[in-house]
């Protein structure tokens, strides 16, 4: 325990048990202690911190310690948490009527984080939400409308193309429980202003 107090730590984390007189001794000194935390807290709490795994008390050192801006607990639906600020990090809490809700939302924000951190990245987009396919349907609709195709089956081709390519976002819409026409009728303007995302 010493080590740790020589450290200059103020919030100690720790997968096992921590003995009571050792507690008494982290009261004495101000030190938060939270101890039987799981291998993947520990490992959030890491990457949040900046913190390193320290496997002997021995070998702690201050080049082992994470900082944080704020560290604060709140009592929400009669459970206590713990929340650790960092301005690097972000903290969402799901809540749902079942688990199955909450793995889901949970499935859908990785989804969403992996998609930014492979953009942060990479760096390249691919603009969605349909905005292609419509783009592309709209652009047949001028070949087809312009005459610049003269051949009458391939503007019945054309024509037929551009409106099997208007189902994905007209679906896109429906499903996020958007105005159809509206909608879509918004997305040209702006494809015809320019605006192509």
């Given at each position: 325990?010493?080590?740790?107090?020589?450290?200059?730590?103020?919030?100690?984390?720790?997968?096992?048990?921590?003995?009571?007189?050792?507690?008494?001794?982290?009261?004495?000194?101000?030190?938060?202690?939270?101890?039987?935390?799981?291998?993947?807290?520990?490992?959030?709490?890491?990457?949040?911190?900046g913190a390193r795994i320290c496997y002997g008390v021995?070998?702690?050192?201050?080049?082992?310690?994470?900082?944080?801006?704020?560290?604060?607990?709140?009592?929400?639906?009669?459970?206590?948490?713990?929340?650790?600020?960092?301005?690097?990090?972000?903290?969402?809490?799901?809540?749902?009527?079942?688990?199955?809700?909450?793995?889901?939302?949970?499935?859908?924000?990785?989804?969403?984080?992996?998609?930014?951190?492979?953009?942060?990245?990479?760096?390249?987009?691919?603009?969605?939400?349909?905005?292609?396919?419509?783009?592309?349907?709209?652009?047949?609709?001028?070949?087809?409308?312009?005459?610049?195709?003269?051949?009458?089956?391939?503007?019945?081709?054309?024509?037929?193309?551009?409106?099997?390519?208007?189902?994905?976002?007209?679906?896109?819409?429906?499903?996020?429980?958007?105005?159809?026409?509206?909608?879509?009728?918004?997305?040209?303007?702006?494809?015809?202003?320019?605006?192509?995302?």
């Open positions: 325990a010493q080590s740790i107090l020589l450290s200059g730590a103020h919030i100690i984390f720790c997968s096992d048990k921590i003995d009571n007189q050792i507690l008494h001794w982290f009261n004495e000194a101000k030190i938060v202690a939270f101890d039987s935390l799981t291998a993947g807290d520990i490992q959030a709490i890491c990457s949040c911190t021995d070998r702690l050192s201050s080049s082992d310690l994470g900082t944080i801006s704020y560290f604060r607990c709140m009592d929400i639906s009669r459970r206590r948490y713990y929340l650790l600020q960092n301005p690097s990090t972000v903290t969402v809490m799901l809540r749902g009527a079942t688990s199955l809700d909450c793995e889901q939302t949970k499935k859908m924000m990785m989804n969403c984080l992996s998609f930014l951190r492979n953009v942060s990245a990479g760096g390249d987009i691919i603009y969605g939400g349909g905005s292609p396919e419509l783009y592309v349907a709209n652009q047949l609709d001028i070949l087809v409308d312009n005459q610049e195709i003269s051949d009458p089956i391939d503007q019945s081709i054309f024509k037929v193309f551009a409106e099997s390519i208007r189902v994905i976002p007209a679906t896109l819409c429906l499903n996020a429980g958007a105005k159809l026409h509206e909608t879509m009728f918004k997305v040209k303007k702006l494809h015809e202003a320019g605006a192509y995302y």
